[in-house]
């Protein structure tokens, strides 16, 4: 995900007093619209950041009523919670910096050399999203746990140093590299060619081209994934869960167990204000300072230069490099599938369908729920993204900017941190939602937003806006313009946006499992419990059934679709 | 009036600093004209038209329509179309659906808004092409049907947004007297916004020249060729000469200005210059004549030829004057006579009626 800091064209600055009653003045005849933007700001208030206002408060809040920041101090002073928040910090920063290395190993390869098996390599690369994110996890102790087949049965280690600092680095990373893949893949593709010809052609090396011109020029693609990383692996809860345990403390986790597991909400809070703080300053410095410094050197003109940025025995050793963690890859994918088809992982190792069947038995009303939860949710968070990325882009009304920030926000926040708000703020009257399907659905579609927003935004920013305001001067108010116009044109966003939210639904975990209830459980949650209780072939299982259904309705959506995007992949109306 | 702008500004902020893009525009648009917005790229021509349009909000002032206060009602609400640059076409409908938009929006019955789009499309000459999607269109095509779209809605003011740059020279002419004929039969105000100074001679009622955000002179095509009111609107319409001087005599059919650079004065109309003020006079090109006659009512300054270029139907000389200033002139109905020689002298002439004076 790159956040983009698009100029708000005149929202930026701030309105003069005159100028915000005139803008007022203009809203009041356009009642739908300022209804409209009333109501998201509403609900973004409520769903996005009332909850973070809910963990501060109750963090600030102490037992006899007053207010009082000692909690953080206590926090600060048990060394156990201060090597969690060091320990979370130390994970991010590392899976930051390799995950971005190996990311851009992949993607300058791709790019840049002339490699066999290019196809498969981004099959590989691109394969992790559709994987709910703790399967790296899983996988690695099967893989060089106590019972592990690789460390145990092979060189009959048992105390190979899988759960700690280590494994958790490389199950993030494996989880992670794809988001480092696929925007410098966008990065490095759109340097053109011509470049590396002009340096060439001034009597540069390939090395001293490379040093240059190609990494000075894709910095600040670079630092903005080093940021997006670090943001995701702070806020990753699911591989921490199974593979840090007490002897690596991280914070999500220390504050789930606070709230879950030592009814401890003061303390929680004040965990999850700790995880908060450094999220949103890399957001911060994401939206507003690195994605800023982007270089554009793709110009109109299509080029059309033979690539010789490697010499042969650079492009082999890329290639080997390549293929090597390509293969690592597959194997962890692999050991979940053989994994759900042996009888007790680690113990024994015979072929059985038994797995299957306990998950169908004792797991269908989480595969019912789950199905149900990302129907619901994701359609209202595609449609959402849209419009928010509509009134952003194209509309123009006092507190744009604001609306831009809320909606974006909730990818800076740690999933741990709005499911601890989630519970805080929807457990009393007059939102009572705790235990519900709506307190899932509002979830997700609050968080998966961005997605939307950032995908439709993209896409508006190259649509003419003539072609609006043309049906405007027609006659058309807000809705029509987007119903008849905007929406068409920008289906293709749309349906990525549905994709993407429907995948994250069915692989969420870090807030949704504050949020499920006896009523209404997650896949993802089952398999984490399962994992935890030790039954890795059952987790398996799970996983291989939660992963088919995904790809199943992905290639269902492909399908349907297929006439629909192939119409607005003509790209008329496109710039 | 039809549409009247009162005193509009529009400063775009951006990062502290203001840009004032249109400054303090007043003016008045007459029922059923067409008048034409002129100026430079940036002169704030296109950031009026937004504000008619009601893309822009005004900082200042306000747009009225038949009386009516309309600058704070958004677009769709005005009854005012336009015709964009890049035609605006939407992309997944019909030529048919596209002209029939609008109106399929105002809940017409559908036998009305079937005859009111067949005769549109017939009247800007598409018939046969109904079904076709915009991307299997010319360019010309397109701009066709973005003008039926328009003027189906039958609306109040129509605006035009360099509807024409687009297309290639030839289409060009072709579309603009198009535009005109239309506009005339259907009597529609338009208001059509231009940096090409020919399509707007030619088709204007009024023409409106802008510079930085200002009106720099309206008037009749003309009024704003042959009676400048200043060096912007002179040099920006056609091609133009300067004759720097102080005005002697201020007089609209027989004024005087002295040029102490090339000593001499010349009989020049003066509408504008007080006697002892610096003065312009303004000579077009073609008000040259390049004879040996000798009249007294003609003023004369001698050259020599820089260069030439023969152009087929006319030569254009660049000739230098004794103070080192240059001098453009056309020689219309060449003969079999030979052509000049660089560095000859020349004797330029021109008549007074010709030579209009605006301040230095």
Known sequence: MFFKGHTLADGGAPLRSNELFRSLKALTKEPFLL????????????FSLYPLIK????????????????????????????????????????????????????????????????????FVALMPVVFPPFIGAMSLIMLF?????????????????????????????????????????????????????????????????????????????????????????LADFGNPLILAGSRFPVLSVQAYLEITGMYNLRTGAALAVWLLLPSILAFLAQKYWVSRKRYITLTGKPTTSVIKSVNRPVKWCLFSLCLLI???????????????????????????????KYV????????????????????????????????????????????????????????????????????????????????????????????????????????????????????????????????????????????????????AISAAIFLVSAKWNLMTVQILSQTDSGRLSEACAYSVILITIILFFMMLLKLLLRNKISLSNQNYGVR | MGLVL?????????????????????????????????????????????????????????????????????????????????????????????????????????????????????????????????DQLSGGQQQRVALARSLVMKPKVLLFDEPLSNLDAKLRESMRLEIRRIQQETAITSVYVTHDQVEAMSISDLIVIMEKGKIMQKGSPFEVYIRPENAFVADFIGKVNFIEGVADKQDPESGIVVSSSLKKSFNCRNALVEKGRPARIVVRPEAFSLSNARNEELNSIAGTVLSYSFLGSHLEYIVKLPDGSVINALEYNLSERQLPRVGEEKRLFFSKENAWTIPG
């Open chain 1, 360 to 507: 169908f038995d004792v797991g269908w009303e989480s595969i019912k729920d789950t199905l149900v939860i990302a129907f619901t949710s994701t359609p209202l968070s595609a449609l959402l993204g849209m419009t928010i990325a509509f009134l952003i882009v194209r509309k123009r009304f006092p507190g744009k900017g604001a609306m831009d920030f809320l909606s974006l926000l909730s990818f800076a926040v740690p999933g741990t941190v709005i499911g601890i708000g989630y519970i805080f703020a929807f457990n009393t009257p007059p939102f009572l939602l705790t235990g519900t399907l709506a307190i899932l659905v509002l979830n997700f579609v609050f968080r998966y937003i961005p997605v939307g927003i950032q995908s439709g935004i993209a896409l508006l920013n190259q649509v003419d806006p003539a072609i609006e305001e043309a049906a405007f001067t027609l006659g058309a108010n807000n809705r029509t313009v987007f119903s008849r116009v905007t929406l068409p044109l920008i289906i293709p966003a749309f349906f990525s946006a549905l994709v993407f939210s429907f995948v994250r639904a069915m692989t």
């Open chain 1, 145 to 233: 746990g106590f019972n592990g087949m690789i460390t145990a049965k092979i060189f009959g280690i048992r105390d190979f140093p899988v759960y700690g600092l280590w494994g958790l680095m490389m199950a993030q990373m494996i989880c992670f590299f794809p988001v480092a893949f696929i925007t410098l893949d966008g990065v490095i593709s759109t340097i053109s060619p011509t470049l590396e010809d002009a340096a060439f052609n001034l009597g540069a090396s390939r090395w001293q081209a490379f040093r240059k011109v190609i990494l000075p020029v894709s910095i600040p693609g670079i630092a903005s994934t080093l940021l997006v990383l670090f943001i995701e692996s």
């Open chain 1, 55 to 122: 963990v501060a408060m109750v963090s600030f809040e102490r037992t006899d009523g007053t207010l009082g920041l000692d909690v953080y101090q206590q926090t600060l002073s048990n060394s156990y919670l201060r090597q969690g928040f060091y320990n979370s910090l130390l994970v991010a920063s590392l899976t930051a910096i390799f995950g971005v290395a190996i990311g851009y190993l992949f993607a300058y390869t791709l790019n840049r050399a002339d490699i066999p098996l290019k196809r498969f390599f981004r």
């Open chain 1, 35 to 46: 209804l409209l933007i009333i109501g998201i700001f509403f609900l973004l208030f409520l």
């Open chain 2, 6 to 134: 009162e005193n509009i500004t529009k400063i775009f902020r951006s990062d502290g600093s203001d840009m004032r893009a249109v400054d303090h525009i007043a003016l008045e648009i007459p029922s059923g004209a067409l008048v034409t917005l002129l100026g430079p790229s940036g002169c704030g021509k296109t950031t009026t038209l937004r504000m008619i349009a009601g893309f822009e909000l005004p900082t200042e002032g306000s747009v009225r329509l038949e009386g009516e206060d309309i600058t704070f009602l958004p677009p769709n609400q005005r009854n005012i179309s336009m015709v964009f640059q890049s035609y605006a076409l939407f992309p997944h409908l019909s030529v048919e659906e596209n002209v029939a938009f609008g109106l399929k929006i105002k809940h017409i019955s559908r036998d009305t808004v079937r005859k009111e789009t067949r005769e549109m499309i017939d009247l800007v000459g598409l018939r046969g092409l109904e079904k076709r999607r915009p």
């Open chain 1, 326 to 356: 390509s293969l690592f890859i597959l194997l962890i994918y692999a050991t979940i599938i053989w994994g759900s088809f042996t009888q007790a992982w680690g113990m024994s190792n015979r072929f059985t369908l038994e797995n299957f």
